[in-house]
């Protein structure tokens, strides 16, 4: 995890001086909380009613899909920047894709456990050997490598990455189906492509690895040696054994890029009107426990849910937050009556946070409501603000992309994207399973 040792337990959006411990804030803004959220079934997405398939639905789809991966994208660069002069002076403003810098003073990657969870020792290998093959060098004490070093402008994440693995994990499935054994099916068969693409060499161009992953990978090699395996997804008892993997140290893993994988679920209900709240929320909480262990995430996964669902069926975006916004901890009208205020508000000066989900999120709504009319403003105004920006990019590049839909996204940010081209063929495949669902809803 990158960010403070501490919370603030305050509902506000607060300035700090320089974080004095580290060099590296110059702002932080959290809504932090212990709290948790009501997963009642009935009182989730309780307003998302079902809509017949229309080009405009379609577009709003495709556009989550394709905003998710510009927002993470654009924040690459200045990923985990707290120290916003060194960002201005790294790269002025972010206005388009950026390779980040090779070297980067307040990286902690150099800090981080390359055998498991958050700070600690650089001698194990499960960064290097298991998972990031060849790229633990990146990590040794005194490297200051950014955490995406060597990642072209217009490169997704691995969080971001992981995510497209699961929107084509649904594609090749030929969908879910609309029960619990649907659901297992699924998360069986995205486990076995998680390890697949994580154990393989050269799957992806990312350094950097979460300590969720870093978790997982140090179970699975773990458990391998007491059944005698070394790959656990070719065992007998594979999807058994993978679902032992999963864990939480109680500090770095119910964070903000814990919820990704809720954008695809999300996209595949809306389109789903028989499917029971029941059965997805069951269905948000064994995805997002899938690669960690976390009674939090699946919390706010509900909320991220109902939110891209009322803005699919095509609700205004706005008046969508704040019924999410009164339902998350701490929340309620304080929290509305702040994000009412930013309407008013220059661009910029925006609130920073940190990886903790029950900080990122209401400032992701944050962004989400102060820009609601221009997606790439609201996507570079969360870059710019540092912090915590990529998987918080990500989540509000759905929800920009949801609300507005694909054709008014920027177009450059489109084509500019690395892996523009098979996007294209994937969103387009993902849309095809999406589509006989509703057609079997218009009967």
Same mark, same amino acid.
């Given at each position: 995890?990158?960010?403070?040792?501490?919370?603030?337990?305050?509902?506000?959006?607060?300035?700090?001086?320089?974080?004095?411990?580290?060099?590296?804030?110059?702002?932080?803004?959290?809504?932090?909380?212990?709290?948790?959220?009501?997963?009642?079934?009935?009182?989730?997405?309780?307003?998302?009613?079902?809509?017949?398939?229309?080009?405009?639905?379609?577009?709003?789809?495709?556009?989550?899909?394709?905003?998710?991966?510009?927002?993470?994208?654009?924040?690459?660069?200045?990923?985990?920047?707290?120290?916003?002069?060194?960002?201005?002076?790294?790269?002025?403003?972010?206005?388009?894709?950026?390779?980040?810098?090779?070297?980067?003073?307040?990286?902690?990657?150099?800090?981080?456990?390359?055998?498991?969870?958050?700070?600690?020792?650089?001698?194990?290998?499960?960064?290097?050997?298991?998972?990031?093959?060849?790229?633990?060098?990146?990590?040794?004490?005194?490297?200051?490598?950014?955490?995406?070093? @060597?990642?072209?402008?217009?490169?997704?994440?691995?969080?971001?990455?992981?995510?497209?693995?699961?929107?084509?994990?649904?594609?090749?499935?030929?969908?879910?189906?609309?029960?619990?054994?649907?659901?297992?099916?699924?998360?069986?068969?995205?486990?076995?492509?998680?390890?697949?693409?994580?154990?393989?060499?050269?799957?992806?161009?990312?350094?950097?690895?979460?300590?969720?992953?870093?978790?997982?990978?140090?179970?699975?090699?773990?458990?391998?040696?007491?059944?005698?395996?070394?790959?656990?997804?070719?065992?007998?008892? @594979?999807?058994?054994?993978?679902?032992?993997?999963?864990?939480?140290?109680?500090?770095?893993?119910?964070?903000?890029?814990?919820?990704?994988?809720?954008?695809?679920?999300?996209?595949?209900?809306?389109?789903?009107?028989?499917?029971?709240?029941?059965?997805?929320?069951?269905?948000?909480?064994?995805?997002?426990?899938?690669?960690?262990?976390?009674?939090?995430?699946?919390?706010?996964?509900?909320?991220?849910?109902?939110?891209?669902?009322?803005?699919?069926?095509?609700?205004?975006?706005?008046?969508?937050?704040?019924?999410?916004?009164?339902?998350?901890?701490?929340?309620?009208?304080?929290?509305?009556?702040?994000?009412?205020?930013?309407?008013?508000?220059?661009?910029?000066?925006?609130?920073?946070?940190?990886?903790?989900?029950?900080?990122?999120?209401?400032?992701?709504?944050?962004?989400?409501?102060?820009?609601?009319?221009?997606?790439?403003?609201?996507?570079?105004?969360?870059?710019?603000?540092?912090?915590?920006?990529?998987?918080?990019?990500?989540?509000?590049?759905?929800?920009?992309?949801?609300?507005?839909?694909?054709?008014?996204?920027?177009?450059?940010?489109?084509?500019?994207?690395?892996?523009?081209?098979?996007?294209?063929?994937?969103?387009?495949?993902?849309?095809?399973?999406?589509?006989?669902?509703?057609?079997?809803?218009?009967?």
């Amino acid at each position: 995890m990158i960010g403070p040792s501490h919370h603030w337990r305050r509902f506000n959006f607060l300035k700090s001086t320089r974080y004095t411990n580290t060099g590296l804030y110059s702002r932080f803004v959290a809504f932090c909380s212990s709290s948790s959220i009501s997963s009642n079934p009935t009182t989730m997405a309780s307003s998302v009613q079902s809509k017949e398939m229309s080009p405009a639905m379609e577009n709003r789809i495709k556009g989550a899909i394709y905003g998710m991966y510009i927002g993470d994208a654009l924040s690459m660069p200045v990923h985990w920047y707290y120290d916003l002069g060194q960002l201005r002076k790294d790269f002025g403003q972010i206005t388009k894709y950026e390779a980040p810098k090779s070297r980067f003073s307040g990286s902690i990657m150099n800090l981080s456990n390359t055998g498991g969870a958050g700070r600690g020792s650089d001698k194990d290998s499960i960064i290097g050997d298991i998972i990031l093959h060849g790229k633990r060098d990146f990590w040794l004490r005194g490297g200051q490598y950014h955490y995406h070093h @060597g990642m072209k402008p217009g490169e997704n994440t691995l969080d971001t990455t992981l995510c497209r693995l699961l929107m084509n994990t649904i594609t090749n499935n030929g969908g879910v189906s609309s029960d619990n054994s649907g659901t297992t099916t699924l998360v069986n068969k995205y486990l076995t492509e998680y390890a697949r693409f994580m154990t393989t060499p050269d799957s992806h161009n990312d350094v950097y690895a979460a300590s969720a992953h870093r978790m997982f990978f140090a179970n699975y090699v773990k458990i391998g040696r007491q059944v005698g395996v070394d790959k656990l997804e070719q065992s007998a008892d @594979g999807h058994m054994l993978l679902r032992q993997c999963a864990d939480n140290d109680n500090h770095n893993v119910d964070s903000v890029d814990g919820l990704i994988n809720v954008i695809p679920i999300s996209l595949l209900a809306s389109v789903s009107p028989s499917l029971s709240q029941e059965v997805q929320s069951q269905r948000i909480s064994e995805v997002t426990n899938a690669l960690r262990k976390s009674q939090k995430l699946p919390q706010y996964g509900n909320l991220m849910d109902e939110l891209l669902r009322l803005l699919i069926q095509g609700d205004d975006l706005r008046e969508s937050i704040v019924k999410i916004a009164l339902k998350v901890p701490q929340g309620g009208a304080p929290l509305v009556e702040q994000l009412k205020k930013t309407v008013n508000e220059k661009p910029g000066n925006d609130p920073m946070s940190a990886c903790y989900v029950s900080s990122n999120f209401p400032v992701t709504l944050y962004f989400a409501y102060k820009y609601a009319d221009d997606p790439k403003q609201a996507l570079l105004a969360s870059t710019n603000a540092g912090g915590e920006n990529v998987n918080r990019s990500a989540l509000l590049g759905a929800i920009m992309g949801a609300a507005h839909g694909f054709d008014k996204l920027d177009k450059s940010l489109v084509k500019g994207l690395v892996e523009v081209n098979e996007y294209e063929k994937e969103i387009n495949q993902f849309l095809e399973i999406l589509k006989p669902k509703i057609q079997k809803s218009e009967l």
